[in-house]
């Protein structure tokens, strides 16, 4: 079975400017499997992001990575790291934020119930914080809809055990 990711970006207010935030999550059970933090929203941070989630799920096979059509997502070396990895893209349709919605859902959750209204003050605070909120409060604890108000982690491993999938 094979499995499904979508990843997108989106910008923080860290000090005095803005960074960049990549995350890729399982499209099944919703949760964060990779993500990376730069001051610049270029091709290097969603290959990081890509290699996190890649790592994390212990080089899977069959999967397809869904994203919009930004030019990280269709540079040459972004779809270098997806045909190494053996993994298949899709792509929203153009101007089309809906295609793409579980990621817009993620990011909102993460700016209205986490992120400061003010922004972090440094870099290194808004990494530090945005990472406890996914790979933690996110995945193990935040209810999610799409998981019949289960955190998505929780979600993930009760149908693993019903289904003998890992």
Known sequence: MGELQCGDITYIWTGQKWSYLAVVIDLYARRAIGWAMSEKPDTALTIKALDRAYEQRGKPRGVMFHSDQGSQYSSTKFRQRLWRYQITQSMSRRGNCWDNSPMERVFRSLKTEWVP??????????????????????????????????????????????????
């Open 117 to 166: 209204s003010t922004g972090y003050n440094s870099f290194k605070e808004a990494e530090q914080d945005i990472s406890f909120y996914l790979m933690n409060y996110y995945n193990w604890s935040r209810p999610h809809s799409h998981n019949d108000m289960k955190a998505p982690a929780v979600a993930k491993e009760k149908l693993n055990s019903l289904s003998g999938i890992s």
